[in-house]
T-cell receptor
Framework: DSGVTQTPKHLITATGQRVTLRCSPRSGDLSVYWYQQSLDQGLQFLIHYYNGEERAKGNILERFSAQQFPDLHSELNLSSLELGDSALYFC?????????????FGEGSWLTVV | AQSVTQLGSHVSVSEGALVLLRCNYSSSVPPYLFWYVQYPNQGLQLLLKYTTGATLVKGINGFEAEFKKSETSFHLTKPSAHMSDAAEYFCAVAFSGAGSYQLTFGKGTKLSVIP
């Protein structure tokens, strides 16, 4: 158990809908990351927050957004969903935001868009 | 820009045989390197990491990796494979800049262990 908690574990929704994925980082970790894992793209970095502040964006679509709240939990919002958005979405956390920090991953949220 | 290449999307070994999973990286700065393992229907678990210092890094479950700067490699090895090692393994390089820090992953190598 990494200490990173993600909900829901599985989600099935229809095209055009909107979903919210939730993440609680490890106790004491200030950084939260979101990654997408799909068969064709592999593991892709989406976005990084540190103590409530957005620090970097990766391959995140404009239909997707995220935020980190004062209690440090984070949410990833996916809207106008398409079939291609079906993937495993990982949240991860680390204590800081510099190289060498270990990034701990949650078990992921499986999203299926039908 | 950082990148990672894992040679072989699928590797099969016999139980008790040597496990060798290959990873080559590209980085414009001294790299921080990681190996993660993903068991079926689970998240990513850190096996080991190289930051600075000793180039031979020991991790969990008997795995180790050696950082070779001249070869830009960070191959993962285990002397004797167990059935429980069957999983997908990901090599990653850390990238930091402008107050952020992220991992760039290779495409993964699925390890099968044959009884």
């Amino acid at each position: 158990d990494s200490g990173v908690t993600q909900t829901p574990k599985h989600l099935i929704t229809a095209t055009g809908q909107r979903v919210t994925l939730r993440c609680s980082p490890r106790s004491g970790d200030l950084s939260v990351y979101w990654y997408q894992q799909s068969l064709d793209q592999g593991l892709q970095f989406l976005i990084h927050y540190y103590n409530g502040e957005e620090r970097a964006k990766g391959n995140i679509l404009e239909r997707f957004s995220a935020q980190q709240f004062p209690d440090l939990h984070s949410e990833l919002n996916l809207s106008s969903l398409e079939l291609g958005d079906s993937a495993l979405y990982f949240c991860a956390s680390s204590v800081g935001s510099y190289s060498g920090n270990t990034i701990y991953f949650g078990e992921g949220s499986w999203l299926t868009v039908v | 820009a950082q990148s990672v290449t894992q040679l072989g999307s699928h590797v099969s070994v016999s139980e008790g045989a040597l496990v060798l999973l290959r990873c080559n990286y590209s980085s414009s700065v001294p790299p921080y390197l990681f190996w993660y393992v993903q068991y079926p229907n689970q998240g990513l678990q850190l096996l080991l990491k190289y930051t600075t210092g000793a180039t031979l890094v020991k991790g969990i479950n008997g795995f180790e990796a050696e950082f070779k700067k001249s070869e830009t490699s960070f191959h993962l090895t285990k002397p004797s494979a167990h059935m429980s090692d069957a999983a997908e393994y990901f090599c990653a390089v850390a990238f930091s800049g402008a107050g952020s820090y992220q991992l760039t992953f290779g495409k993964g190598t699925k390890l099968s262990v044959i009884p």
